[in-house]
């Protein structure tokens, strides 16, 4: 069938808006005519990985228009929330953990099927697509049932599309990961869309001291705004040195989101002995990270969360019904744009004019 989708030729490239072919669903596909897309900063990343062209977008919300003759849990008119792919087969997916799937790099990032076809083609030639198992920078993708979560047709698509990446993202990593006691504190260095869905996590883990660490004026006075205690400018030299004077010693717990390997060392030594800092961010000139050798032995634990160590059919609903009991605002990260201005919200994404951009079909 022939869609319309936002085509990048490489890193640094704008998005063209094209007519494509788009295959008809297998056996195990599922068709979805796209409302809503979050634009996230993977979808920048990765531009570079297809310079030969594909089709991004990993947080699609949508209708389901067909199914193939293999899917049991989906039918048409069903309203859903995208989220990452996984095998479902391996030893970590089979334990429940499909966030750790040992098949995740190519399940998401391959620009592929599993089997090695393409999806979407340009005047007969394959692009790169398939991406996080949907590709939903288009009015219509394909997706499995393992990663298309059933939600209630009532609510707002907009609102829901961001929870299939960014925001389980941060707030799995409270919630699921690093489980904060009542009145602990927790600091949260870069507070852009995951870090303030980890703010909202935080918030909701009824967190006592909730620091907020950014360069950016704006995300910080969101932050406070949103339940931050204090908000710290991470331009400032000794960033370490007032958390540590704020919470009497040093944070019990830091979520990582910039992935700057001096902002880690930061958030290493913002931690007493005991403490823990969980790094869920990725610098797009990530590189080596050195770490002080007594920090790490003194019992401080550092460690990767991928997804925010979510199930997603477990952990959207979840979120969605914080949100509707009025307990986790993600409503207050979201500015709207219509899908033909990808490339300004874009622009507003990376000068911080807009915290969670979300294309509208």
């Known amino acids: 069938m022939r869609i319309s989708a936002a085509i990048t030729q490489g890193a640094d490239s704008s998005f063209e808006i094209q007519e494509v072919e788009l295959d008809e669903p297998r056996p195990d596909e599922v068709l979805v005519r796209t409302v809503a897309v979050g634009l996230c900063h993977s979808d920048l990343s990765a531009r570079g990985i297809f310079p030969d062209g594909a089709v991004l977008g990993h947080e699609g919300a949508g209708v389901v228009e067909a199914v193939g003759s293999a899917v049991t849990s989906l039918q048409v008119g069903d309203h859903v929330v995208m989220s990452f792919d996984n095998c479902g087969h391996c030893k970590p997916c089979l334990q429940g953990r499909p966030y750790r799937c040992l098949n995740f790099a190519p399940m998401n990032f391959g620009g592929v099927r599993p089997d090695g076809s393409h999806a979407i083609h340009v005047g007969g030639a394959p692009v790169g697509g398939n991406f996080f198992g949907q590709s939903s920078f288009a009015t219509h993708c394909l997706t499995t049932e393992r990663n298309a979560v059933k939600v209630d047709p009532a609510l707002p ?94 944070a019990d717990y830091v979520v990582e989101t910039s992935g700057v390997p001096s902002v880690v060392r930061t958030a290493v030594t913002s931690v007493p002995e005991g403490g823990s800092v969980a790094l869920v961010g990725i610098a797009d000139t990530a590189g080596e990270l050195t770490l002080g050798h007594y920090d790490l032995i003194m019992g401080r634990s550092v460690f990767g969360v991928t997804e925010g160590n979510s199930v997603p059919k477990l952990f959207i609903p979840r979120l969605i019904q914080l949100w509707q009991d009025g307990l986790f605002p993600v409503d207050e990260l979201i500015r709207t744009y219509r899908f033909a201005e990808i490339n300004q919200a874009v622009s507003d994404s990376l000068d911080g004019t807009a915290c969670k951009a979300v294309l509208t079909f």
């Open 157 to 250: 698509l907009e609102v829901l599309a961001p929870l299939g990446c960014g925001v389980i993202t941060g707030a799995g990593t409270v919630l699921n990961a690093l489980r904060p006691e009542a009145g602990s504190s927790l600091v949260v260095t870069g507070v852009g869309a995951v870090g303030l869905s980890a703010l909202l996590g935080a918030v909701v883990s009824r967190v006592g001291t909730l620091i907020a660490v950014d360069v950016v004026p704006a995300r910080l006075e969101l932050a406070r705004k949103l339940g931050a205690t204090h908000v710290i400018d991470g331009r400032d030299a000794d960033v370490a040195e007032q958390i540590r004077e704020i919470t009497g010693g040093g």
